[in-house]
């Protein structure tokens, strides 16, 4: 009966890849959603492969691909032989499924993988608007396969941030040195200065001059910060101009990662530019933990080395995500601060009234915490800061405290339990 029901999954393989291709979506989906939950051995997910190569009736959604899903699906088990698989496909992939393999080839914590890696990106690395990264942020292995040759690809400025950011989390980590990169470093360099100079020289809307309401400018924002704090690793009189020169941009948050470099090149700040980093909500806590972390905390003043202050700075960090407010509030307090026998809650209001939807709610409710009282002052909170943006009248101080608190606890408690099973 094993061996029945045995070859019976091999039939179903083949069969499930043929309700691929038909015309009913929910037939399709539901096809794909049997063969996701199926244990692939290597044969069965050598099949998959080979079929991504196929064509597919079109999605409701563009970003639903039929191909990208098989190798997503493979991709749950890897088996070494699926890396020479992957690459043997690749020329047949639709542009979709191309960006699913080199993520998953990226994701693959192997020497062969990323070697073929690198020889994929080689055909296509010219057509990307971003690069597939897989897990060489999180996770960076094989630096010396992956340096200096994927900055070669840096060339197409469209993905060279994504490059950089990865270069840079080897800086970070001191898996890397700068004599690693000397065949890239002119590059890099011109980059840098490049990369100021769209900064310093950026004109802001007359009607509009908001950094958080200029779509273009936080992207250009996102890059510059990278590449400001990747400088730091790169010995250069150049370079040392250059973040000298950005000491005068009106951008704080820009400020404190040109400031932070120059101290790793051992150069250093006057008191007025880190009173302004450390006054600056948004960039505040990112300087303390940056100073901390290059053995100059001392720079840091000591007129905002409070929990108070590393509070409102979590919960502004929080606010910024483009998912929750997406940007500085205009106005915000601190109004109570929570103490348990071990660690202390601090609850905010804020308001925005620079966007029209978030005018009308005025004041809403924030928490930021919980922080140990062992530690304090740190801007380490215990994932917990958070808001529903209920109005601030609506409830009492310690009403959206536990509001908060206990939506966190089910969250957290739903995530164990997930894991465990």
């Known amino acids: 009966m094993k061996i029945l029901d045995f070859l019976k999954g091999k039939e179903n393989i083949d069969k499930l890849i043929e309700k691929l291709q038909n015309s009913d979506e929910d037939k ?6 049997k063969l996701s939950g199926m244990q692939l051995g290597l044969t069965e997910g050598m099949k998959l492969l080979e079929a991504s190569k196929k064509q597919f009736p079109k999605c409701t959604f563009e970003w639903q691909d039929i191909s990208s899903d098989l190798i997503n699906i493979c991709g749950k088990n890897p088996y ?6 992957i690459e043997s496909i690749y020329d047949d992939l639709n542009p979709n499924a191309k960006i699913t393999a080199l993520n998953f080839l990226a994701r693959y914590e192997n020497e062969q993988a990323l070697i073929g890696y690198l020889k994929l990106l080689e055909k296509d690395y010219d057509k990307l608007m971003s690069l597939p990264v897989g897990n ?3 996770n960076p292995v094989n630096v010396d396969i992956l340096f200096p040759r994927l900055l070669k690809f840096a060339v197409n400025k469209d993905i060279a941030v994504d490059i950089y950011m990865i270069l840079l989390n080897c800086f970070d980590s001191g898996i890397i040195k700068e004599a690693q990169i000397k065949e890239s470093k002119a590059m890099i360099i011109n980059d840098v200065v490049d990369m100021a100079s769209k900064v310093l020289n950026y004109k802001f ?5 908001c950094l958080w309401n200029d779509d273009e400018y936080l992207e250009l924002r996102y890059a510059a910060g990278v590449y400001f704090d990747l400088a730091g690793y790169i010995n250069s009189a150049e370079v040392t101009l250059t973040l000298r020169n950005l000491m005068k941009i009106k951008d704080i948050k820009l400020k404190l990662f040109a400031a932070i470099s120059l101290i790793k090149l051992g150069e250093t700040i006057s008191e007025e530019d880190a009173m302004k980093i450390a006054a600056d909500s948004e960039s505040r806590n990112w300087f303390y933990d940056n100073l901390k972390r290059v053995g100059k905390v001392e720079l840091f003043p000591e007129e905002y080395k409070n929990q108070k202050a590393f ?3 979590n919960m502004v960090d929080w606010l910024i995500y483009p998912t929750e407010l997406g940007r500085v509030p205009d106005a915000i307090e601190l109004m109570n601060v929570f103490d348990t026998e071990e660690e202390e809650y601090y609850l905010f209001r804020f308001k925005c009234d620079s966007v029209e939807a978030s005018k009308e709610d005025g004041w809403m409710a924030g928490v930021s915490g919980p922080f140990s009282k062992n530690e304090m ?10 808001s529903h943006f209920e109005k601030w ?4 101080p310690e009403e959206h405290l536990n509001s908060i608190v206990d939506n966190i606890s089910k969250y957290w408690m739903k995530r164990a339990e997930e894991l465990e099973n």
């Open 28 to 33: 399709r989906n539901e096809a794909l959603k």
């Open 80 to 85: 070494n032989e699926y890396i020479l698989k």
């Open 136 to 138: 060489l942020n999180r």
């Open 205 to 209: 809307d007359e009607d509009n001059k």
């Open 311 to 313: 509070a409102e700075s």
């Open 377 to 386: 002052p740190t801007t380490l909170a215990g994932g917990y800061t958070f």
């Open 393 to 396: 009248e609506s409830k009492t």
